[in-house]
């Protein structure tokens, strides 16, 4: 069984960081891509980063670009989600969430497995 849990998020000043990680197992084979995403009260879940495992390639919106990193451990089957410079707008629960055949990994819809969440609250 496919288990993703999240850990390291926190309440932290406006302009500090937040290392998440995800912690994977229960697979039988390498995911293709993994995702981090996160949802705010009242608002759609948002794509923030996606790492494809194979080749390491990484995706962010506008809104975290320069100041969030995803990457992967693959000894570990871990993949952390680095936050820095966070602002309030950041607040939200994050989300590591997997996919493990091919796809375009954009969308929420598209990955298969999901962590419990892990909270992130910034103050200004």
């Known amino acids: 069984q496919v288990q993703l849990v999240e850990s390291g998020g926190g309440s932290v000043q406006a302009g500090g960081s937040l290392r998440l990680s995800c912690a994977a197992s229960?697979?039988?084979?390498?995911?293709?891509?993994m995702g981090w995403f996160r949802q705010a009260p009242g608002k759609e879940r948002e794509r923030v980063a996606t790492?494809?495992?194979?080749?390491?390639?990484?995706y962010y919106p506008d809104s975290v670009k320069g100041r969030f990193t995803i990457s992967q451990d693959n000894a570990e089957n871990t993949v952390y989600l680095q936050m820095n410079s966070l602002k309030p707008e950041d607040t939200a629960m994050y989300y590591c969430?997997?996919?493990?055949?091919?796809?375009?990994?954009?969308?929420?819809?598209?990955?298969?497995?999901w962590g419990q969440g892990t909270q992130v609250t910034v103050s200004s």
């Open positions: 229960g697979y039988t084979s390498s995911s293709f891509c």
């Open positions: 969430a997997a996919r493990l055949r091919g796809g375009l990994c954009r969308t929420a819809s598209e990955y298969n497995y």
């Open positions: 790492i494809y495992t194979g080749n390491g390639n990484t």
